[in-house]
């Protein structure tokens, strides 16, 4: 039998592929796929971005390094990511999972990101300890020690290399949301209840914008949902994407 296609992660801005480890751990137990998971260009043990860049930039250095074919699953900038290459790059993407994403942001919307894009050029440990208190507010439940580390893995990215990489965040899914309908692969759509930025109503308008999608809402979870709600997550995608394989073997 021809062995099954792997699934590959893609991460935030700002974070690396470490932030995937505890969902990876709970994937692996309901899945016989490879999981494989990519720093983004600029972040972790990739080289830091030098000039400012595009969706297109981006993606087109994932899809140099992907295993050949593969489940995306992207979270954030890297849901944008992995929407790039399942419309431009149809034949790498077996299936396409947004988590946490953005979607066709209103005029409101694009403003209060672009002022966060703003508050982190002009004082970036401010617009990281921000961060965290949307990620992870006081009650969220999440332990110190992985509010810390996240914290680590944010304080260390280059500034100018992290800006290039908010910009596109803070601005391409204007430009990756006039695509989206012509997506043909099989897609999911999932978000937390509580995301003050990528929220339930995005999840909605990606779901009614890519063809066939199917959408879910985290009960309780803000925007890190691989990190506070990694089994539940886990269970979504591993379903879907073995459901949308169906029999053959992909």
């Known amino acids: 039998m021809e062995a099954k296609l792997p699934i590959v992660l893609l991460h935030g801005v700002g974070l ?11 994937l692996r137990q309901l899945s016989d796929r490879q999981v494989l998971a990519l720093d983004l260009p600029g972040h972790g043990g990739q080289p830091p971005l030098l000039r ?19 489940h995306l699953v992207g979270f954030s900038l ?47 440990p401010a617009s990281v300890d921000a961060s ?12 110190e020690e992985t509010v810390a580390r996240t914290r680590t893995v944010l304080l260390a990215n280059d500034i100018q290399s992290y800006l290039h990489a908010y910009r596109v965040f803070a601005t391409a899914d204007a430009e990756i949301g006039a695509e989206l309908g012509a997506i043909t692969v099989p897609a999911l759509a999932v978000t937390g209840e509580l995301d003050p930025g990528s929220t339930p109503e995005m999840t909605r308008r990606l779901g009614e914008a890519l063809p066939g999608a199917r959408t879910a809402v985290v ?3 803000r925007h890190m949902l691989p990190v ?12 879907f994407i073995e459901e949308s394989s169906g029999n053959n073997h992909d």
């Open 132 to 143: 965290l208190t949307r990620w992870y507010p006081e009650g969220s439940g999440v332990p």
């Open 78 to 124: 890297g849901a944008l990511i992995a929407q790039h290459l399942a419309r431009f790059r149809p034949e790498l993407v077996a299936s396409l999972t947004s988590v946490s994403s953005v979607c066709l942001r209103t005029p409101e919307e694009a403003a209060s990101v672009a002022s966060r894009l703003a508050v982190a050029a002009e004082d970036f």
């Open 219 to 221: 009960p309780g979870t």
């Open 16 to 26: 690396d592929r470490t932030m995937w480890e505890r969902f990876e751990a709970e």
């Open 52 to 70: 400012q860049a595009s969706l297109a930039d981006l993606a087109g250095d994932v899809a140099g390094r992907l295993p050949g074919r593969a």
């Open 228 to 239: 506070e709600q990694p089994a539940a997550l886990a269970r979504l995608v591993a379903g």
